[in-house]
């Protein structure tokens, strides 16, 4: 059982597949290990070029559906999409998740907000989008893809990041969202995002679940991990066995 979202103590689960992590209101199972969907298809990847709902990539699809009914018998799956051009893929993970069988709450879907859709209107509508791309009424854990943004100063960066994360707080509470969090963010980023005009900490802000970096032999983050350690927040990696550059 680890902290997150309004943090709790306890330490990681002993024999199971699955950690529990106990964030604000929702009690939530994530599986230790999960299926990243960015480059499922080569295609795409490749070309970086955008792919709509409407041209599904047949390999991408009858992967990820295969590997839902693989792995169903470990327990909660863990697939993290992505809702920005040329990735697009959540209507591809809707489709297989329909076509595996598979019970939505037995799949635990991340998703992420780009940073051209930082700020107050344009978050919600990615938010809802990715509802809709996801054919679900909720996302188990949404978080900001990176600290940059459209802004132009570091004020303007800083406020849209706020906006978002504001945004995102009031859709955890309405339930659309179970759980919220970040990524690539420094410690610096994520005392922003809690602090109102006066510089002390928002009253009701919610403390991101997690924080997903690349975490690896060659990158440590000893400095992000241990905030985020202190502050109770999940350190979750991404390229955990080295960067593309590395291998």
Wanted: net charge negative; hydrophobic share 40%; glycine share 10%.
């Amino acid at each position: 059982r680890a902290p997150g979202g309004g943090g709790g103590p306890g330490g990681p689960g002993e024999g199971a597949a699955a950690a529990p992590l106990l964030f604000d209101r929702v009690l939530c199972d994530v599986p230790c290990s999960g299926d990243g969907t960015l480059r499922k298809n080569p295609d795409i990847w490749d070309s970086w070029q955008p792919r709509y709902s409407a041209t599904l990539h047949p390999l991408q699809l009858a992967i990820l559906t295969r590997g839902l009914q693989l792995l169903k018998p470990g327990g909660l799956l863990l697939y993290s999409t992505c809702s920005f051009s040329p990735v697009e893929n959540e209507a591809v993970v809707a489709a297989a998740i329909a076509e595996s069988g598979v019970p939505r709450e037995e799949i635990f879907l991340t998703s992420k907000l780009w940073c051209t859709d930082h700020g107050t209107e344009a978050t919600y509508d990615a938010i809802l989008a990715s509802l809709a791309a996801l054919s679900t009424d909720y996302i188990d854990l949404y978080l900001i893809h990176a600290p940059t943004n459209l802004g132009e100063t570091d004020e303007e960066i800083r406020d849209l990041r706020q906006q978002s994360w504001q945004v995102m707080e009031q859709l955890h509470a309405a339930g659309a969202l179970r759980s919220i969090g970040v990524s690539n963010f420094e410690p610096r980023h994520i005392e922003q995002l809690l602090r109102g005009t006066g510089g002390s900490r928002r009253e009701g802000a919610v403390l991101p679940a997690v924080n997903q970096v690349e975490l690896h032999a060659y990158l440590s983050q000893s400095d992000i991990r241990e905030y985020c350690e202190a502050q109770g927040i999940l350190v979750t990696s991404y390229g955990s066995v080295g960067a593309a550059s590395r291998l």
